[in-house]
């Protein structure tokens, strides 16, 4: 059987997403606060058979650049306005009977239990289709947010998000999946001995369990994350089983993706269980010219100090003291270490300014833009796929919801003629729709401290 691909369709439950021109083009909708927006496009992901929509977040309104509020705001850039996506996954969900829903949730500034606990009842209330997209949190703004002065240490915090994952896998595993016995003549609602506490008590985090939601569909959602950073790859490698990545070249892409499989078997895991999701925004048309014209657009409705504006929240860096018209210098950044780098990569290489990254990260945060016809579109996805840069695709819009509706009327059906893509769900869980096995207690990472409840 030819190998498949899988998709994501990327947003963030805001105005935009990879693109910040998206909500000045014309064709979009901007009414992003009302529920029949995000119903709209979980429908049309649905219609195309996509694995899951795939929801970024951000705790903070972006203010590092400039260490203001004001131009952020007039320019509508990243996290400016953003819902709780895991409200507005479980509206998808609501409407959607296949399609997966992939939820970011932090590990620097809540507590495993609390967690434990949102995506367990999920994956209930989807019938098993959620994930949990990790992420370590890494602006000063999330974390005065939450009370502290500054954001926790790069390396500090991936490890203390080791231990955040390792006591949620735990608090999943409280409850045995036939401890719910719901018995209405002998009476017996659950089966005590099937029932644990989990007793975890660590260097950072402490949980009495067991968690009070029983055994999900799922066993535990799917994982996911999006490691750049040597640390955060290896942490990636060790727990994702699906792993969202930005470059914009074919070499880097092939590069990543050959780094994570070698460090997945370094830490005992089946490569094929890891699954690599390069983004990239399609620009279709009825002919080239006109998918030409499409990107033309778009791209010259970026703004490249919004660019710079979400190029300072990702690293935690204030670019605003930089001359724009210089070449983009050698600096240290504490936040998204991987994705500066592949911007100064390309800069040195393309011999850019600070203002053209700005304009280029405007346009999609480092994306590559696929553009053409549908069977120029799906030349460059199977391309990318056959040469081992990708298990899927992560697919984010220049227009919401006309992208979407462009790839899937379009590209899906060339990509289903080539046989690179179902053409019907065959399961009904996202593990299911990933091709990923079924959970067993050795999946829920080192041996839990348990006991049963008495």
């Known amino acids: 059987m030819t190998r498949q691909l899988h998709l994501g369709g990327f947003q963030i439950a805001s105005q935009v997403t990879h693109s910040h021109a998206a909500w000045r083009h014309p064709a979009s909708d ?6 029949e927006y995000y119903h709209r496009i979980g429908r049309i992901l649905e219609r ?11 705790l903070a309104a972006p203010v590092r650049f400039g260490d203001g509020i004001a131009e952020p705001l007039r320019r509508g850039t990243q996290a400016t306005a953003t819902l709780d996506p895991s409200i507005v996954a479980a509206s998808i969900a609501a409407v959607t009977s296949r399609l997966g829903v992939a939820i970011t949730k932090s590990a620097t ?5 609390e967690l434990a606990r949102i995506f367990a009842s999920l994956d209930h209330l989807t019938k098993g289709r959620v994930a949990w997209n990790i992420v370590t949190s890494l602006t000063q703004g999330e974390a005065q947010n939450f009370g502290h002065d500054d954001h926790l240490d790069h390396e500090f915090r991936y490890e203390r998000a080791d231990e955040f994952v390792r006591t949620t896998l735990e608090l999943w595993s409280s409850w ?21 506490h989990v007793d975890h008590d660590g260097p950072y985090f402490r949980s009495r369990g067991p968690l009070n939601v029983p055994h999900s569909p799922q066993g535990r959602p799917v994982l996911i994350q999006a490691g750049s950073s040597s640390t955060g790859k290896d942490f990636a490698a060790r727990w994702a089983e699906a792993i969202f990545e930005i470059d914009p070249t074919p070499e880097g892409r092939r590069a990543y993706y ?16 890891v699954l690599i999701f390069p983004a990239f925004i399609p620009f279709i048309g009825e002919t080239e010219s006109i998918a030409r014209e499409k990107q033309a657009f778009h791209n010259e409705l970026a703004d490249p100090i919004s660019g710079l504006i979400t190029l300072s929240v990702h690293t935690d860096h204030d670019f605003s003291q930089y001359d724009l018209d210089a070449p983009v210098e050698d600096v240290q950044v504490s936040g998204t270490q991987g994705l500066f780098d592949t911007a100064r990569r390309v800069a040195n290489r393309d011999n850019l300014t600070l203002r053209d990254i700005g304009k280029w990260y405007a346009q999609g945060v480092l994306l590559p833009q696929f553009v053409g016809t549908a069977t120029q579109v799906a030349d460059q996805i199977e391309e990318s796929f056959s040469a081992a840069e990708a298990d899927g695709f992560m697919v984010s819009a220049a227009s919401t919801p006309g992208t979407f509706n462009d790839f899937v009327d379009a590209v899906v059906p060339e990509l289903q003629r080539r046989k690179l893509f179902r053409t019907e769900y065959t399961g009904s869980t996202l ?12 999946d829920f990472g080192s041996a839990p401290r348990i006991r049963a409840v008495s």
Do not use: C, M, Q
């Open 30 to 35: 901007t009414d992003f606060l009302r529920p």
């Open 48 to 58: 195309g058979k996509f694995d899951f929509v795939f929801f970024a977040d951000l």
């Open 109 to 113: 500034y809540f507590h495993p239990y």
């Open 176 to 196: 045995e999946p036939d401890a719910l016995v719901r018995d209405k003549a002998s009476g017996v609602f659950a089966d005590p001995s099937r029932v644990r």
């Open 258 to 273: 050959d780094d994570i499989k070698s460090r997945a078997v370094n830490f005992g895991r089946d490569p094929d269980h």
């Open 431 to 442: 593990r299911e729709h990933l091709g990923l096995p079924a959970v067993t207690p050795a």
